[in-house]
Antibody
Framework: QVSLVQSGAELKKPGASVRVSCKAS????????VAWVRQAPGQGLEWMGF????????EFAQKFQGRLTMTTDSSTGAAYMELRNLRSDDTALYYC?????????????WGQGTLVTVSS | DIQMTQSPSSLSASVGDRVTITCRAS??????LNWYQQKLGKAPNLLIY???SLQTGVPSRFSASGSGTDFTLTISGLQPEDFATYYC????????FGQGTRLEIK
């Protein structure tokens, strides 16, 4: 069965960076992309970007350009999201999701979420 | 960015009711529209893709329609497990989500 397991909660200071991992299993990793979506406390969903596990191509939402990196490791079936220069409003639950592209982008399996807290 | 606006923002209903949630796009997104359900403390779950296609395993009481800028999600015969927050998402361009509709028990 398809599963996405994310790394544990992180506490970071403003200006620091965070790297969240997402370990996929139960499917051929390179056949799909991985998208990252975040959710601030009590707020809605915010799409951050995605990476193709096949080509490594990425696409990011405008607001994260310049401080967001996404990578994959096909040998382990893992995806990584790194956000730099953290601010307090980056405090959120960060989700990875398997991305398919049938009739547009669909996020059909999700990780459990990783809480990132940014506080001095 | 394409803005997605859901209405209502919250909704109270009873078990067995039929409810409809609307999602409006700020420009034409053809049929590149998905619906997700999120229960408290859980990750979102894909319900509908391509505006009207039911994701595998999703009960048939969920249905959706629309194209262009106006879309609807309908739940016919609400069940206790359906009380959750629902989000639409467009993927015609850089994906964006609606602000969510919280469905509560009356």
């Amino acid at each position: 069965q398809v599963s996405l397991v994310q790394s544990g909660a992180e506490l970071k200071k403003p200006g620091a960076s965070v790297r969240v991992s997402c370990k996929a299993s139960g499917y051929t990793f390179s056949n799909y992309g991985v998208a990252w979506v975040r959710q601030a406390p009590g707020q809605g969903l915010e799409w951050m970007g995605f990476i193709s596990a096949y080509s490594g191509a990425t696409e990011f939402a405008q607001k994260f350009q310049g401080r967001l990196t996404m990578t994959t490791d096909s040998s382990t079936g893992a995806a990584y999201m790194e956000l730099r220069n953290l601010r307090s409003d980056d405090t959120a639950l960060y989700y990875c999701a398997r991305r398919t592209t049938f009739l547009g982008e669909n996020l059909d399996y999700w990780g459990q979420g990783t809480l990132v807290t940014v506080s001095s | 960015d394409i803005q997605m606006t859901q209405s209502p923002s919250s909704l109270s209903a009873s078990v067995g009711d039929r409810v409809t949630i609307t999602c409006r796009a700020s420009e034409n997104i053809k049929k590149y529209l998905n619906w997700y359900q999120q229960k408290l403390g859980k990750a979102p779950n894909l319900l509908i893709y391509g505006a009207s296609s039911l994701q595998t395993g999703v009960p048939s009481r969920f249905s959706a329609s629309g194209s262009g800028t106006d879309f609807t999600l309908t739940i016919s015969g609400l069940q206790p497990e359906d009380f959750a927050t629902y989000y639409c998402q467009q993927s015609y361009t850089i994906p964006t989500f609606g602000q969510g509709t919280r469905l509560e028990i009356k």
